[in-house]
């Protein structure tokens, strides 16, 4: 019997969106990401995800956004056998199982009390991932978070979703901790006036929920995040745009996004940044 979730707010919903991305990305002829746990664990929960009417457009960049943070967590790992990866609002995903890291690394699935509650009741967590309940704005998970060991903090989706406030506090408080270490997201780029108009006026569907949670502005500049904390530089911006699994698209998506890229403007609107600390 698949499971009620009539209690989660709007913004533990969006957990709900990026799960039913990556399981339409799963059905694809041709997948991005593959993501076969994401297809089951949607068959498993009582909610209208059909109601989202998700763009194919937002299904290939959800699955190329995550396989692009797979890759370089992967690099990490592989590099640092002993590494920490802090999964920043984990949501319903499960990429501790994608990137099969060495068996000593030690993976943090962050988000809200009710996502990882039904992560308890839909997923079995692989050894060495620890499941960790809080609200990232509170401060008090980080103490859990170990020290000395080479550390990769991830963010898939997450970062839309509080201020800019927010997340300047968020990465202090990491570097605070943990000291040294790589931390990549996803990116949206700068959400302008008309973007934002867009997003009011959009059809009902995923926007019905995003409208009510999006809170960052986004930034144009990458380095922008140096300029909140010194510690950081950036190392790498990958363009969704310019990956090679574009070349993968259907005919006519692959030369929209192919000739998008060309335009900077447009290609920082959907890319994955990378910083050292």
């Not at 302008?192 to 009011?200: E, T």
């Not at 019905?208 to 911006?237: I, K, Y």
Request: aromatic share 8%; charged share 20%.
């Amino acid at each position: 019997m698949p499971i009620p979730v009539t209690e989660f707010s709007l913004l533990e919903q969006t957990a709900f969106l990026t799960a039913y991305a990556r399981a339409l990305d799963n059905r694809a002829e041709v997948p991005i990401l593959g993501d076969e746990l994401s297809d089951r664990v949607v068959g498993l929960i009582d909610y209208d995800f059909a109601a989202f009417r998700i763009p194919a457009s937002v299904v290939r960049q959800t699955a190329l956004r995550a396989k692009l943070l797979d890759d370089r967590v992967r690099t990490f790992t592989s590099t640092n056998p002993d590494a920490v990866v802090v999964d920043l609002g984990a949501g319903l995903g499960e990429p501790m199982v994608r990137v099969a890291p060495p068996a000593g690394v030690d993976w943090y699935s962050i988000d809200l009390p009710h996502v990882i509650a039904l992560r308890e009741k839909l997923l079995t967590a692989p050894d060495g991932e620890h499941l960790v309940a809080a609200d990232l704005t509170s401060g008090d998970w980080i103490a859990g978070i170990p020290v000395g060991r080479p550390t990769m903090v991830i963010a898939d989706g997450l970062f839309a979703f509080l201020t800019e406030a927010q997340v300047i506090a968020l990465f202090g408080q990491i570097i605070d901790r943990v000291g040294t270490g790589e931390l990549a997201f996803n990116d949206y780029g700068q959400v302008g006036v008309l973007s934002s108009l867009g997003m009011k006026l959009a059809p009902r569907g995923m926007f019905t929920v995003l409208r009510q949670v999006w809170a960052n502005p986004g930034f144009s500049d990458p380095r922008t995040p140096q300029r909140w904390d010194p510690r950081l530089r950036l190392v790498e911006q990958a363009c969704l745009a310019h990956a090679a699994e574009v070349d993968s698209f259907p005919s006519a998506a692959r030369v929209v996004t192919r000739l998008a890229g060309r335009f900077k403007s447009v290609a920082g609107k959907a890319r994955v940044l990378r910083y050292k600390f």
